[in-house]
């Protein structure tokens, strides 16, 4: 069975301090690979996403994350975080032409000022 | 543009009541929606899948007659508990894609549900 595993569940920073919160999946086949993120009281909103071409991706707010097919993962990453990116993130897979969503638990992320 | 909304963002209801959920895709229509539970601290397990016009396609360990879910238009689906109990309280959340979207799914804000 599919999984999404994310080693990371609440990690604390002051801002401007770099991020990168890990994902790993198991799936064998071709996948296609989410970051969502949910700020406090709001609903979950992509911030990026993977389907083929150039593994590493640019999402909003200055998120990138990249694909490492050997490695089955797909880290987030921010250079330089802000107070505003206090939220959680969830890692997501589906596999290729499929519609079923698997979520990993999610990573906290506090920043602060 | 694709926002989906669901009604109501939280509901109370004593248990052995039964209670609906709207999920609603307000700009596009939504061939597919998908309905999730998100316990606390924890991730979104989906529940079902569901099309527009046919049955819903439940996960395994989804008990089909205590979820209902109806997908009767490309812009609504509901999700009706039946009989709830305590052990349903939790954060019920709907998603909506398009065809033309590409496997993305657009979230409803959820609904937080509350069996006394």
């Known amino acids: 069975a599919q999984s999404v595993s994310q080693h990371n569940h609440h990690v604390i920073l002051s801002e401007a301090a770099s991020l990168e919160l890990g994902c790993n999946y198991s799936?064998?086949?071709?996948?296609?690979l989410f970051w969502y993120v949910q700020y406090p009281g709001q609903h979950l909103q992509l911030l990026l996403k993977?389907?083929?071409?150039?593994?590493l991706v640019k999402g909003i707010k200055g998120f990138e994350a990249e694909f490492i097919k050997s490695k089955f993962s797909f880290n987030l990453r921010k250079p330089s975080v802000q107070w505003s990116d206090t939220a959680e993130y969830f890692c997501?897979?589906?596999?290729?032409?499929?519609?079923?969503?698997?979520f990993g638990t999610g990573t906290r992320l506090q920043v602060f000022p | 543009g694709a926002v989906v909304s669901q009604h109501p963002s939280w509901v109370i209801c004593k248990s052995g009541t039964s209670v609906k959920i709207e999920c609603r895709s307000l700009?596009?229509?939504?061939?597919?929606m998908f309905w999730y539970r998100q316990f606390p601290k924890q991730s979104l397990m989906l529940m079902a899948t569901?099309?527009?016009?046919?049955?819903?396609?439940?996960e395994q360990g989804v008990e089909k007659d205590k979820f209902l879910i109806n997908h009767a238009s490309l812009t609504l689906s509901t999700l009706t508990v039946t009989s709830a109990h305590p052990e349903d309280s939790s954060f019920y959340i709907c998603?909506?894609?398009?065809?033309?979207?590409?496997?993305?799914?657009?979230f409803g804000p959820g609904t937080r549900l509350t069996v006394l």
């Open positions: 799936y064998g086949g071709t996948v296609n």
């Open positions: 997501a897979v589906n596999a290729y032409n499929t519609d079923k969503l698997i």
């Open positions: 993977y389907f083929s071409g150039d593994p």
């Open positions: 700009d596009f229509q939504a061939t597919t």
């Open positions: 569901s099309n527009e016009g046919s049955k819903a396609t439940y």
């Open positions: 998603s909506a894609r398009t065809k033309g979207r590409a496997r993305e799914q657009f």
